[in-house]
Nanobody, 119 residues
Framework: QVQLVESGGGLVQPGGSLRLSCVAS????????MGWYRQAPGKQRDVVAQ???????NYADSVKGRFTISRDNAKSALYLQMNSLKPEDTAVYYC?????????????WGQGTQVTVSS
């Protein structure tokens, strides 16, 4: 059984920083793309940042230059360094993993971690 556990969320003042972590456990065939998504109250879940197995990254325009996504394949871990946080970054953040299986891909989600940016 695959499980993703996120940590690192919390309350931070505008301009502050947080580092989110996501550790995957269980049986994977081959982890492909990994990503962070967020969902604010009353809004849809949107992609924040993604990283491929070859460590190519892409970011939502709203976080470019402020957030950095990284992965540690040996630990099956995903990270999101968030700097210069703004109130509009407030949301529940979810990690996502794609498992590239020969019989078809599978996608897994974490339970989410709350990030609140407020003075």
């Amino acid at each position: 059984q695959v499980q993703l556990v996120e940590s690192g969320g919390g309350l931070v003042q505008p301009g502050g920083s947080l580092r989110l972590s996501c550790v995957a456990s269980g049986s994977f065939f081959s982890i492909n793309a990994m990503g962070w998504y967020r969902q604010a109250p009353g809004k849809q879940r949107d992609v924040v940042a993604q990283i491929t197995s070859g460590s190519r990254t892409n970011y939502a325009d709203s976080v470019k230059g402020r957030f950095t996504i990284s992965r540690d394949n040996a630990k099956s871990a995903l990270y999101l360094q968030m700097n210069s946080l703004k109130p509009e970054d407030t949301a529940v953040y979810y990690c996502n993993i794609e498992d590239r299986r020969p019989w078809g891909p599978a996608e897994y989600w974490g339970q989410g971690t709350q990030v609140t940016v407020s003075s």
